[in-house]
């Protein structure tokens, strides 16, 4: 899918509820429409779908307000807030350890995204890695370990968004390697992805909410040849890691 296509009517309703949110003073429908330009029956509309689901309401007065609906928006964005702050205390612990790079990532959708980056402090380090990096999670190490971890239809689902760019013919020898190397990655229990042109490996861990459904990945980005000389170091860092970040959210809700 075309990442710059939207659809007109959620953008509408999303700049109606951020307007409202953001008003000094309740504000009412009229008000909304001039400030977002929209016709007075294209707010009504939005307005009695927002209001259905609770987002807004209005007071005695008329005036538009934040409903209770949006609690739930702001548990879920708190929830995940508090995981990443304890994930990051890992995440830390992690990189003081190896002293490499670490990073932990997250599933969204289609996409495996860096959420997470603790830079190493050797003085020859990883760089070009940064925070919201997504894509290409047939070629990653955090994507690869998600892929092999999801169910066929959502996992073809993300393989053909992240093959897209690639010629056919490409694409369809890149799935096929990948299909052989899926039940490896979850009998070992990580992924790697070395890119020998760079120099450098990266290897991440299956991280799993409580439903068992998976959630992330977890590890270190190295350049290879200190791994030769630390191997069992950094894998034993890395699945410590993991075991620590899994037992906490084995301890919170999924969703």
Not at 129 to 153: I, T, W, Y
Request: hydrophobic letters at 40%.
């Amino acid at each position: 899918m075309d990442n710059n296509y939207t659809l007109q009517t959620v953008e509408r309703a999303i700049a109606f509820l951020e307007y409202v949110a953001n008003a000094a003073t309740p504000p009412n429908i009229k008000d909304v429409s001039a400030a977002l330009n929209l016709n007075i029956t294209t707010c009504y509309h939005l307005l009695r779908t927002l209001a259905a689901k609770q987002y807004i309401e209005r007071n005695e007065h008329g005036g538009l307000e934040l409903g209770g609906g949006v609690e739930v928006l702001i548990r879920g964005y708190q929830r995940f807030q508090d995981i990443e702050k304890s994930l990051s205390e890992i995440v830390k612990r992690l990189a003081a350890e190896t002293m490499e790079s670490a990073v932990f990532s997250r599933r969204e959708d289609n996409n495996v995204v860096l959420k997470l980056l603790v830079e190493g402090s050797h003085r020859l380090r990883v760089s070009g890695l940064s925070v919201g990096l997504r894509g290409n999670e047939h070629q990653r190490a955090s994507g690869k370990v998600v892929l092999a971890h999801l169910d066929p239809k959502t996992r073809a689902a993300m393989l053909d968004a992240s093959v897209s760019p690639l010629p056919e013919k490409q694409r369809k020898g890149v799935v096929k390697t990948l299909e052989k190397e899926f039940p490896q990655i979850v009998e070992r229990g990580w992924a790697s992805d070395e890119q020998t042109e760079q120099g450098i490996i990266a290897i991440c861990a299956p991280l799993f909410d409580s439903s068992g459904a998976i959630f992330g990945a977890i590890g270190i980005v190295t350049p290879t040849f200190r791994l030769e000389n630390a191997r069992e170091k950094f894998f034993s860092a890395i699945q410590n890691a993991a075991a620590d970040a899994n037992a906490l959210l084995k301890n919170i809700p999924a969703g």
